[in-house]
């Protein structure tokens, strides 16, 4: 018999030759490169620096960024394109496809949007070839889903700047050659590029994670910062700006974590298949079981059709940040119950790591509060519906 797989409602059909394509190659990469490894990595709490070659050669880094970008060496995919290449990158390993949102969404995008011509033609060829690795520096210890709250500040020293605070919870910081971050000047938040080995900069890693160990994860100082005029991005006004770029991510992550969740039920669905209780009878011979499994792949399936058609919107220019909201929080939603019930599918086999249930499961829970948790994207759809702000 002739199974449907994670695509039940023939979903490929709606894709381009050259959609499917993307997907082939960023899903034998995954199958060849990261699969045999990552389970490792992840024991070993070790992000796989070895692959940024191997992506950036693939075009997986700053993928999305439009027609400006190919003159940096981009590959200027369209949205759907993109979406599949983090799918694919996350059925891999979450910590690989936020490597890839990190690099391009929250580093490539606003230098390309708001840096001068002389920071893209310094930085975006080297970021797109994995040549240099940037960070995302929003987050304080006393401001996460407020960053509005922000203590970081920047004063004018000359032609130049001072930067003094502290952000935390950063993805590829130490690794990072560089990092926008985010400060408040007199003029409102601004986005600042601080180069390696800049004084008074420093970074450090946040260890004992049980979540997104195949990650880098850090703590950025900057005591007395000393920065040029030429470090601020002349383009990023206030806190808008900074959102600008989480939103951008965001889109990433709403198709990236279907792959982790489409990981969970093929996992789920062969091992019920294959193991059998009571006389003999297969796992998923049973109502209670196959219940589970509908439900996974049906939510599979509408996380799909919701990436998809916000793909096509962002292609089409009419994709808005409270749709990207939806689109996160379901998606996470959805992917952490399917990681769920396939962990318990799997019985005690589920919690070890021979089976990569467990290891999705501890990083969803990280990708359901980063970038937006659930409850502010739900505020950003109630606002949306109600004309309400509700964050307070
Ligand atoms: C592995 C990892 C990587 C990360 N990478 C980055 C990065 O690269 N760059 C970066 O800047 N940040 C990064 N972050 C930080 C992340 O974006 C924040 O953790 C997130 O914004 C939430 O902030 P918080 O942890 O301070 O939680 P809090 O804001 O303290 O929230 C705690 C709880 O309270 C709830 N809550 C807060 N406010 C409200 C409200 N108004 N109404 C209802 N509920 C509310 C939240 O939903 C949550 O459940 C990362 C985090 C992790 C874990």
């Known amino acids: 018999m002739d199974f449907p797989g994670v695509d039940y409602l023939s979903i490929d059909s709606q894709f381009s030759a050259q959609e499917l394509l993307v997907r082939q190659t960023a899903r034998r990469f995954v199958d060849e490169r990261v699969l045999p490894t990552i389970r490792d990595c992840y024991r070993d709490a070790r992000f796989p620096s070895e692959l940024i070659p191997e992506m950036a050669e693939l075009g997986f880094l700053g993928a999305n960024l439009g027609a400006e970008s190919e003159q940096y060496g981009c590959a200027a995919m369209n949205n759907v394109e993109y979406g599949l290449v983090m ?22 995008y606003p230098i390309l949007h708001f840096g001068s011509e002389e920071q893209k033609k310094k930085w975006l060829p080297l970021l797109q070839a994995g040549k240099a690795v940037g960070c995302f520096g929003l987050t304080e210890p006393d401001f996460g889903s407020n960053p509005a709250g922000m203590r970081t500040r920047a004063v004018r020293d000359g032609e130049g700047w001072i930067l003094n605070g502290e952000k935390t919870w950063i993805t590829n910081g130490s690794a990072a ?10 003029d409102g938040i601004q986005g600042f590029l601080i180069e390696r080995g800049a004084p008074g900069f420093a970074a450090s890693d946040i260890h004992d994670k049980w979540s997104m160990r195949a990650s880098v994860t850090s703590s950025l100082s900057m005591v007395d910062c000393r920065l040029p005029a030429s470090a601020a991005l002349p383009g990023a006004k206030g806190l808008k700006s900074a959102l600008a770029c989480l939103t951008q991510a965001r889109f990433g992550i709403g198709w990236g974590v279907i792959g982790a969740a489409m990981d969970c039920y093929e996992t789920a669905r062969s091992y019920t298949v294959t193991r059998t209780q009571f006389d003999g009878k297969p796992l998923a011979g049973h109502q209670l079981v196959q219940e589970k499994l509908a439900w996974m792949i049906t939510e599979i399936t509408k996380a799909q059709l919701l990436a998809l058609h916000c793909g096509r919107l962002k292609d089409q220019g009419r994709l808005e940040a409270a749709h990207v909201s939806m689109l996160k929080r379901n998606n996470v939603s959805a992917a952490i119950e399917c990681a769920r019930l396939s962990r318990d599918l799997l019985g005690a086999n589920g919690i070890t790591g021979e089976y990569p249930v467990m290891r999705h499961l501890c990083n969803l829970e990280t990708v359901k509060t980063y970038e937006g948790t659930d409850h502010i994207h739900a505020l950003v759809i109630g606002e ?5 702000p509700a964050y307070r």
Do not use: K, N, P
Request: aromatic share 6%.
């Open 87 to 108: 799918q694919e990158l996350e059925r891999g390993d979450s910590g690989l496809r936020s490597f890839a949102s990190v690099q391009g969404a929250l580093v490539m």
């Open 177 to 186: 050659d560089v990092a926008i971050v985010w400060a408040r000047t007199g």
């Open 384 to 388: 949306r519906v109600t004309g309400i």
